[in-house]
């Protein structure tokens, strides 16, 4: 929980440990809770929620898709 943690392209996040909560929102209900390792399976249903045009807290979404993991050491 209060490890160093980075931005990084969602595409390159599978197998590292998140650094924060990724959230659907409304309700609220997190996809990602801080410590967790990062799946395929997990970025699959974030990219189904988008595409659906449901928000997101916890990525930054501009060109790519931003997640924050822990700084590898």
């Known amino acids: 929980f209060f490890s ?3 931005y990084i392209d969602i595409d390159s996040s ?3 440990i998140a650094g924060d909560q ?5 309700p609220g209900i997190p996809l990602l809770v ?3 390792v990062i799946t395929q399976e997990v ?3 974030y990219m189904k929620y988008i595409d ?3 928000k997101v807290v916890g ?3 501009n060109e790519t898709v931003q997640i924050k993991v822990t700084k590898e050491k």
């Open 14 to 16: 599978i197998g590292r």
């Open 22 to 26: 990724i959230m659907i929102y409304p």
């Open 4 to 6: 160093e943690t980075e």
């Open 34 to 36: 801080p410590g967790e």
């Open 43 to 45: 970025i699959n249903e």
């Open 59 to 61: 990525s930054i979404q």
């Open 52 to 54: 659906f045009g449901t």
